[in-house]
């Protein structure tokens, strides 16, 4: 029997295997102490891919526009404009590591922002002068107007047993529906001015207070779904549903509990919008859902759940705005933009698969 | 499900993104002592350490403990189920079709572990349709037909034409209980 | 590498260029970005071509940059990162009136020349020029227009695009103010499409299913000029006048085939290049006119082909 002849391909392949083998002992050996097992998983992760991916972009950026794209102010309003983005994506981090989807997120935003602002202007008053108790009021309402939403989508999704997709489809229509309705189509205009201070204010002059409070809500998002039972469920459930149930865990409940989370969140972040714009924007936000959507997976989350980290969620959030950002900033076209953050999230989405299949294979 | 019967499903109920020691405590977590704990702060470390002495007791290897569970091999994946359902039963444990996708030496394993199981004084219930291998470990064999019991033997007492014979035509007698 | 070694090379030898021998008017390498409300649009295009044909004539460059949506929340994005560019002046037609107070502010503090071109903010004070045409004054226009046309009697719809754009709000301003003298028509609630012609269409035939005996409708901006007449066209309906707000290429062929009566065309171009005057003007240290108001032309079949209409037409490319 003769032997069959290598391909050019192949021999390429070996040979090259074979100058890297001393390099893959060692990384091997490293990686079974206990530090570099930690740098090992860290690594098999999205999110320190995309990460890199990140630093790459921003340093691209750098390097074409010096002294333009890593300024104190472009990061400062950089970060700014994902704040309100972030708070959403977190909540939707955890719909889709149940396996489920939120649609209606940006348009619960709108509602929460209009019922939130005419509570605040309740008889038709100017609330421009109004004090902090009113903008708490209005906090609150924002909060649970988010909260009823989400409690209504848990049950359909639960209870109904309707299709996430689908559920959240019709809430976002529902959603934006009333918004309108209650709204008369209008913005509403007139808030109280603390809430614009707030919306504009900066810790130590230099860290814009939305930013600081998009972040800790993510950390918060992070350690919950990492170290609690509550985020042990929420995987538990994306990465088998049925297995969840038979382990005696109420998973309706539970899922209950993750879309009224997202609502929630979606009303919070109605809160930071009214405090940045000063206006109920209600001509925006139609595509907030695609967009924390795209950074969810981007970040590493699996669209059937089971896999999910508010870290890489945090990075996928960031990789659109720097391109956003760093294109405007270079005056190339603008919809080149948006076909750069397409790119991406494929890209982003196919080396993940990558990574998946070739972990399966061991 | 309190009640110290459990179960090894024939598609295994794991959840394949969690490791090992989530997958044993599953819906049975330990949580930090005190305030954390009632917050909801799972505590891993104990639970790992349990999760390594019940697979060990059980003579199952994982060698990375916290890698998830879809990338260990068929039969560790069994014997993670069956380390679950072992580790929390005081009464019975139910196994339904346990070694249907595994090959040799998994097989032997997990008969092995069963053997385990019923002398830690848990009963087994294995249901299986491999008849060597319900002769190899059974003390008592009950055959289902049309889902009524049709024959109990002992099993020193049956062979294989016995229970065939009981299994299609529901004729047999009943051996010495 | 290549391309930053290519642009290097490049500046280099125009500066090289530039100062050898050259008796110049001005070397004045201003900067200057131009933020459309929206991109894409045929409005914002053709002002964009005015604006480029100026910059030339200056010697300025002009960076043009929009949002792809009519939406303050995506243009703060754009106006911050125009921001971080630093340019020398800005040009910007802000998508909202109170929301984009913020950022523009911070790029006038910023030390970057601001005029606004077509909208503005409610704050105009930190600007070198505002640039608009007579917004109410093309209302009226439009009313009279329409009046005359639906026989001085019947109901009329107007269809806006959001409250809180300065331009159209002050077309509706203009028109209903008009309407209060012809005592005959009836105008029905202004209805709002978010700028997308869709709805536009939603909304006319829907109007038209409810109110038959509807004689005339006005349209603020061309997406909406569009999708009201593909929704007539959807109702085969001839009976309907329609006055549309601005000329776009598509507004200008349906005005020909007698599907819209009337367009109250502004002249973007002429905006473009006084936008681009007034900030260079600025930068030169030169004074500048506060507010300038650019022309407005009722077109009919009758005129749309005379010469003197020509610069009144929208381009959707400046070829």
């Given at each position: 029997m003769t032997a069959v002849q290598p391909t050019r391909g192949q021999s390429i392949r070996s040979a090259v295997a074979v100058r890297l083998s001393p390099v893959v002992a060692r990384w091997n050996a490293f990686a079974q102490t206990r530090g570099g097992s930690v740098v090992a998983r860290m690594f098999s992760t999205n999110a320190a891919w995309i990460l890199l991916l990140l630093a790459f972009l921003m340093l691209l950026f750098n390097y074409l526009a010096p002294g333009k794209f890593l300024t104190e102010f472009n990061v400062r309003t950089m970060a700014t404009n994902v704040s309100v983005l972030l708070v959403i994506a977190v909540g939707e981090t955890f719909v889709m590591a149940t396996g489920g989807i939120d649609l209606s997120v940006g348009y619960v935003l709108l509602f929460s922002g209009v019922t939130s602002a005419q509570v605040m202007n309740w008889g038709g008053r100017d609330s421009t002068n109004y004090g902090w108790d009113i903008v708490l009021l209005g906090f609150i309402v924002a909060l649970g107007s988010g909260f009823a939403w989400g409690v209504l989508n848990g049950l359909i999704?639960?209870?109904?047993?309707?299709?996430?997709?689908?559920?959240?489809?019709g809430t976002l229509g529902m959603s934006w529906g009333l918004a309108e309705i209650l709204s008369n189509g209008q913005d509403l205009r007139y808030l109280p001015s603390i809430m614009g201070d707030m919306g504009a204010s900066r810790i130590i002059d230099k860290i814009p207070l939305v930013v600081i409070v998009a972040a800790i809500v993510a950390v918060i998002g992070s350690i919950i779904l990492s170290l609690t039972r509550f985020g042990r469920y929420t995987l538990a459930i994306?990465?088998?549903?049925?297995?969840?149930?038979?382990?005696?865990?109420?998973?309706?409940?539970?899922?209950?509990?993750?879309?009224?989370?997202?609502?929630?969140?979606?009303?919070?972040?109605?809160f930071m919008n009214l405090a940045i714009f000063t206006t109920t924007t209600i001509s925006g936000h139609a595509n907030d859902n695609l967009q924390a959507i795209a950074a969810v997976v981007i970040g590493g989350t699996s669209l059937v759940g089971g896999v999910a980290t508010i870290a890489g969620t945090t990075i996928g959030i960031c990789i659109p705005m720097v391109l956003f950002s760093g294109f405007t900033i270079l005056g190339l076209q603008s919809f080149w933009r948006d076909v750069a953050v397409g790119a991406v999230l494929i890209l982003a989405v196919y080396t993940d698969q990558l990574r998946r299949r070739r972990r399966e294979r061991h | 499900m309190r009640l110290g019967i459990e179960t090894v499903y024939q598609d295994l109920a794991l959840a394949p993104d969690l490791d090992g020691s989530a997958n044993l405590y599953l819906g049975r977590e330990i949580m930090q002592p005190g305030l954390l704990g009632k917050l909801g702060f799972l505590d891993n470390g104990t639970m790992r350490a349990g999760a390594r002495k019940a697979f060990g007791e059980l003579g199952v290897d994982l060698k990375n403990a916290q890698s998830a569970v879809a990338n260990l091999s068929g039969g560790q994946r069994q014997s993670v189920a069956v380390a679950r359902s072992v580790a929390w039963a005081s009464k019975v444990v139910f196994l339904d079709e346990p070694t249907a996708a595994l090959g040799v030496i998994q097989t032997a394993r997990v008969l092995e572990t069963v053997k385990r199981i019923r002398d830690r004084g848990v009963a087994a219930v294995l249901i299986s349709h491999n008849m060597r291998q319900v002769l190899e470990i059974a003390d008592r064999i009950e055959v289902l037909r049309l889902g009524r019991r049709v024959a109990r033997f002992a099993a020193k007492d049956a062979t294989i034409e016995l229970l065939v014979s009981a299994m299609t035509s529901g004729i047999a007698e009943e051996g010495a209980a | 590498m290549r391309i930053r070694t290519v642009t290097m090379l490049g500046l280099a030898l125009i500066t090289v260029a530039a100062c050898s021998g050259s008796t110049a008017t001005t070397a004045s390498n201003y900067k200057l970005t131009l933020i459309q409300g929206v991109a894409g649009d045929p409005f914002y295009v053709t002002m964009a071509c005015g604006a480029q044909a100026e910059a030339t004539k200056e010697g300025v460059t002009l960076n043009i940059t929009g949002g792809n949506k009519w939406d303050a929340t995506v243009q703060k994005p754009v106006i911050d990162s125009v921001t971080a560019a630093k340019p020398d002046g800005v040009m910007v037609a802000p998508?909202?009136?109170?929301?984009?107070?913020?950022?523009?502010?911070?790029?006038?503090?910023?030390?970057?020349?601001?005029?606004?071109?077509?909208?503005q903010l409610d704050d105009t004070s930190f600007a070198v020029s505002s640039i608009a045409t007579d917004n109410s004054g093309g209302g009226t226009l439009a009313a009279q227009t329409l009046a005359t046309l639906i026989g001085d009697k019947g109901s009329v719809l107007v269809v806006n695009v959001d409250p809180g754009i300065s331009t159209t709000d002050a077309r509706v301003q203009g028109f209903n103010d008009e309407m209060k003298k012809h005592p005959n028509i009836t105008v029905l609630d202004v209805q709002y499409t978010h700028d997308d012609p869709t709805a536009a269409t939603t909304i006319t035939t829907s109007i038209l299913a409810a109110h038959p005996d509807l004689a005339g409708v006005f349209?603020?901006?061309?997406?909406?000029?569009?999708?009201?007449?593909?929704?007539?066209?959807?109702?085969?309906?001839?009976?309907?006048?329609?006055?549309?707000?601005?000329?776009?290429?598509?507004?200008?062929?349906?005005?020909?085939?007698?599907?819209?009566?009337?367009?109250?065309?502004?002249?973007?171009?002429?905006?473009?290049?006084?936008?681009?005057?007034q900030t260079v003007l600025a930068l030169k240290g030169q004074a500048t006119t506060k507010t300038i108001q650019t022309s407005l032309a009722a077109l009919t079949k009758d005129n749309v082909n005379n010469a003197d209409m020509q610069k009144y037409l929208y381009k959707a490319t400046c070829s």
């Open positions: 999704v639960a209870k109904a047993k309707v299709p996430a997709l689908i559920a959240t489809l994306g990465s088998n549903q049925e297995a969840a149930r038979r382990a005696g865990i109420n998973v309706d409940r539970h899922l209950i509990k993750v879309y009224a989370m997202s609502g929630t969140l979606a009303g919070f972040a109605a | - | 998508d909202d009136s109170k929301a984009l107070l913020a950022p523009l502010k911070a790029m006038s503090d910023a030390g970057i020349k601001v005029t606004f071109v077509d909208t349209a603020t901006n061309v997406q909406n000029a569009e999708g009201v007449a593909t929704g007539l066209k959807q109702a085969n309906n001839t009976v309907v006048k329609t006055i549309a707000f601005d000329a776009g290429p598509k507004q200008i062929e349906d005005l020909n085939a007698g599907i819209v009566q009337g367009l109250i065309a502004q002249d973007p171009y002429g905006i473009g290049v006084a936008g681009v005057q």
